[in-house]
């Protein structure tokens, strides 16, 4: 029931990796071999995480369907079945059932929302219509919750319409960061467009997570920002390694696949500590 936004203001830090694969390990391994029910939801236009994990068949029938994020934040188009027709119809979003994939074998199962490149047109809507798809986004969400014990939102590079549902309805937003000196610049606007939620709303835990991390020491980039007034509570004490398991080109459609075996063990063990210390799968769970 914990929603999960990975987010950042830059490119190539890892957000797709983070969700591709602290999603599978908990629908695999859970907390304490517990897998959870997991919702992967691809907000990135791009679409990089849906094309690892859908063939191009696959994916282009869902795209003509209309069956992607897309569909859950704007009106339906003929032949999407709506949640509930008769209420409101342009409020209410597709269920979640019409829009996710079912994916993986074994116990790795999880569900994904693939994206769409159409996407990109969504931050130039009119006002009303954003205003209408936050709405969509929050209601279904709110399903998702109830169908789900996790829910990973794989966002876009930069602050936008979409970035900002996704802190609205985020319990915990992580922040893959390279550990550079410069990476400070992107977490900063980061961690104030988090701030501009409004002070009834819960705010969303913040975790930055260093990601391609060369040595054992922190680098001074990295030491620098861990120093940084408003960065240093919110650093992970975990940390991923750069690691060219993680760098291959199909590397998001390995961890389905590969986490269970033995070769893999030091990797799958790095995200089930990654997963503990983000504290965010200790709800339910299916045996
Ligand atoms: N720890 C890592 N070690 C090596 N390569 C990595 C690591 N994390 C991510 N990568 C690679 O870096 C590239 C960008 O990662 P990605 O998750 O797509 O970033 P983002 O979603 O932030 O744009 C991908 O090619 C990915 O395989
Ligand atoms: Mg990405």
């Known amino acids: 029931m914990a929603v999960v936004a990975v987010m950042s203001m830059m490119g190539g830090v890892g957000k797709t990796t983070v969700v591709m694969h602290l999603g599978a390990m908990f629908a695999g391994y859970g907390v304490g071999g517990i897998g959870r029910r997991v919702l992967l939801i691809d907000f990135d236009p791009q679409a990089v995480l849906s094309h690892a994990l859908l063939s191009d068949k696959a994916y ?16 339906q188009r003929p032949g999407v079945a709506s949640a509930n027709p008769k209420k409101g119809a342009g409020l209410m979003p597709p ?15 999880f569900d994904l929302v693939p994206s ?34 996790l829910i990973f939102i794989d966002c876009h590079p930069g602050r936008s319409c979409l970035s900002w549902m996704a802190v609205l ?24 467009f988090i701030a501009m939620l409004p002070a009834r709303r819960r705010s969303p835990r913040v975790h930055i997570l260093f990601n391609k991390v060369r040595q054992n020491r922190p680098s001074p980039g990295e030491a620098a920002i861990r120093e940084t007034t408003g960065f240093r509570g919110c650093c992970m004490t975990q940390t991923l390694r750069k690691d060219n398991a993680l760098a291959s080109p199909h590397y998001a459609q390995r961890p389905v696949r590969a986490i269970p075996t033995s070769k893999t063990g030091r990797a799958i063990r790095k995200w089930v500590q990654v997963g503990e210390e983000l504290g965010c799968g200790d709800s339910g769970g299916v045996e």
Request: aromatic share 6%; glycine share 2%; net charge positive.
């Open 60 to 75: 282009l029938a869902r795209v003509k369907a209309d069956r992607t994020c897309l569909a859950v934040l704007q009106e």
């Open 116 to 149: 769409t490149l159409d996407l990109i047109n969504f931050n130039e809507q009119p006002i009303t219509r954003q205003k209408m798809a936050v709405q969509r986004f929050q209601r279904f969400i709110a399903e998702c919750r109830a169908q789900y014990d």
């Open 95 to 109: 269920s979640v059932k019409t829009v996710a994939v079912h994916l993986g074998k074994g116990r790795h199962v």
């Open 169 to 192: 309805n985020a319990d915990h937003i992580v922040i893959p960061s390279i550990p550079e000196e410069y990476t400070a610049l992107s977490i900063r606007p980061m961690m104030k």
